[in-house]
């Protein structure tokens, strides 16, 4: 794994949408030294406490499972932020694994409805890992 910086993967705004699954799986989350890690930056006054990696928008289907509670972390821009670490780290994965998307949400209201957005992300070796950022 490199010792490099993780790269900036982009921002997305904070959606709502649904999902079938109202409860999130606990997550151990303790990167391994070879694993890519996504970072989120928080620009919203949400809090983002879970994420999926098959969440299918169109149906609602999809496993969910906790991350790390993320309130707002950056009040500036997202490129200063990620420039100065200002990010929680909230998933890895080996730094060979396949492509994904990775969605971040709110905890669900009692209907299922959910705040938050999905970014593509392409784990390589040649970085530390990624940052996403979630604007208003």
């Known amino acids: 794994m490199s010792t490099a910086k993780a790269e900036y993967l982009g921002n997305k705004s904070v959606?709502?949408?649904?999902a079938a699954q109202t409860t999130a799986k606990d997550r151990d989350f303790?990167?391994?030294t070879d694993d890519y890690i996504v970072n989120l930056i928080n620009m919203t006054n949400?809090?983002?406490?879970?994420?999926?990696?098959?969440?299918?928008p169109q149906t609602g289907q999809g496993d969910w499972f906790t991350i790390p509670r993320t309130p707002?972390?950056?009040r500036s821009n997202c490129d200063d932020c990620h420039d100065n670490g200002s990010f929680q780290p909230i998933f890895s994965v080996n730094c060979n694994s396949s492509s994904f998307t990775i969605w971040i949400s709110t905890l669900p209201e009692a209907n299922g409805s959910r705040k938050g957005a999905g970014f593509p992300v392409s784990p390589h070796c040649d970085v530390?890992?990624?940052t996403i950022c979630i604007i208003p």
């Open 30 to 32: 303790t990167p391994a």
């Open 15 to 18: 959606a709502s949408f649904n």
């Open 46 to 56: 949400l809090v983002f406490l879970q994420g999926s990696t098959n969440f299918d």
């Open 128 to 130: 530390n890992g990624g």
């Open 72 to 74: 707002q972390n950056c």
